[in-house]
């Protein structure tokens, strides 16, 4: 079955960084789109941002865009998202998944694309002083 198993969160000081990785399996990770999304406490889940097969990407989050970087490594099944100069907003549990697809879709779409429900359990990102 298809697997993404999200680790790397910890806590950090404003300003800091983190590097996440989604390990993958049950799929030719070289094939496919692989998106981050991250739901802060009491708060609703968002787009985070997405890397298409060809390695271009998708930003879902403004906020974000030029703080953070996605990439993959296909030899290893594995995406990152490396997380610079964070903030107290960016606080919540991160989670990755694909769309099945080889390109990021837009980020209304990925309700009807994949099951919420499935999603694994995500890695708990910090941010404080």
């Known amino acids: 079955q298809v697997q993404l198993v999200e680790s790397g969160g910890g806590l950090v000081q404003p300003g800091g960084s983190l590097r996440l990785s989604c390990a993958t399996s049950?799929?030719?990770?070289?094939?496919?789109?692989v998106g981050w999304f991250r739901q802060a406490p009491g708060k609703e889940r968002e787009g985070v941002l997405c890397i298409s097969s060809s390695g271009g990407t998708t930003y879902y989050a403004n906020s974000v865009k030029g703080r953070f970087t996605i990439s993959r490594d296909n030899a290893k099944n594995t995406v990152y998202l490396q997380m610079n100069s964070l903030k107290p907003e960016d606080t919540g549990v991160y989670y990755c998944?694909?769309?099945?697809?080889?390109?990021?879709?837009?980020?209304?779409?990925?309700?009807?694309?994949?099951?919420?429900?499935?999603w694994g359990q995500g890695t708990q990102v910090t941010v404080s002083s």
């Open positions: 998944e694909t769309p099945g697809l080889a390109y990021c879709s837009d980020y209304s779409e990925w309700g009807s694309l994949t099951d919420f429900n499935s």
């Open positions: 049950g799929f030719t990770l070289d094939y496919f789109a």
